[in-house]
């Protein structure tokens, strides 16, 4: 059984792509989203098809099985408790969760996430890729075989933490989104990043590596709709708490404590900080 824990955008997009490929899904969700799912299921939507899926759902993790765990990292300390002694694939965004889930779990497996995914109605899912849904690459073999049979392009590789690198720095414009700030600052970001992780000592992936690693690739349109931003913008649009310290603010951290300037990124920080009109 895979027991999804956070099944927002990532979490029951993963899951349902797994439930349609025969495995045992549930889904732990919360308020109006489990509500929904509970009373009408999860409809999931790509730009070629959609279904919407009977589910199994629940409010903690209960039993033995895989967790697919996908919850936003200032969420993380409330729900280590449930991961105590179990083996646990880690689809967030960031680079320190892999590290706090070590601490209670038997079995911790990092990996890269690129799949632009949507939530913003409860018991719905958009997975805007096309032609394929995105990729999920992880360090085990077993666990990128099942990735595989729900239709997702993934590979097991031991430079997972240099791949997880890079989709970190493409994360830090979900700041700029929020923000409505120009794009021509998209490429000063990233390279801020760069910096920031070569005076780490740290090993990455480029961007363009990256970019090459998912192939071709392009945002669909589904029944009409555009996406309307990353999961940062999303966080946004629905004044939810936003993810940025531990991404933006994650190499603010690594910047200070290595002696590189994070002059972009701490204005980001300063400015999503600030109170909004």
Same mark, same amino acid.
């Given at each position: 059984m895979i027991q999804v824990l956070g099944a927002g955008a990532i979490g029951a997009g993963l899951g349902g792509l797994l439930q349609r490929a025969g495995h045992e899904v549930t889904y732990i969700a919360r308020g109006e989203h489990l509500a929904a799912m509970r009373d009408h299921g999860l409809l999931l939507r790509t730009p070629r098809w959609s279904e919407r899926l009977?589910?199994?759902t629940a409010t903690h993790v209960e039993g033995d099985g895989l967790v697919l765990l996908a919850v936003k990292s200032h969420? &993380?300390?409330a729900v280590l408790p449930q991961l105590v002694g179990r083996r646990v694939l880690v689809c967030m965004n960031g680079l320190e969760n892999e590290d706090r889930v070590a601490e209670v779990a038997s079995q911790v497996h990092p990996a890269m996430v690129?799949?632009?995914?949507?939530?913003m109605v409860p018991g719905t899912v958009d997975l805007h890729?096309?032609?394929h849904v995105g990729v999920v690459d992880?360090?085990?073999e077993e666990l990128a075989v099942l990735l595989r049979s729900a239709g997702l392009d993934s590979v097991a590789t031991p430079d997972i933490w240099a791949w997880k690198r890079a989709k970190a720095?493409?994360? &830090?414009?979900g700041a700029l989104q929020v923000l409505g700030r120009h794009f021509n600052e998209v490429g000063p970001l990233m390279d801020e990043g760069q910096r920031v992780f070569a005076g780490a000592g740290l090993q990455h992936k480029s961007v363009a590596e990256l970019l090459d690693r998912v192939g071709a690739f392009e945002l669909g349109l589904i029944e009409g709709e555009e996406r309307v931003g990353g999961s940062t913008r999303q966080d946004a649009l629905r004044s939810r708490p936003l993810e940025s310290a531990w991404l933006n603010g994650h190499f603010c951290r690594m910047g200070l404590e290595h002696?590189?300037?994070t002059p972009i990124n701490d204005a980001l920080m300063a400015a999503l900080q600030a109170p909004r009109p």
């Open positions: 009977t589910v199994n969420h &993380l300390d690129y799949v632009p995914s949507q939530h890729g096309s032609p992880t360090d085990d720095i493409t994360n &830090l414009c002696g590189v300037p």
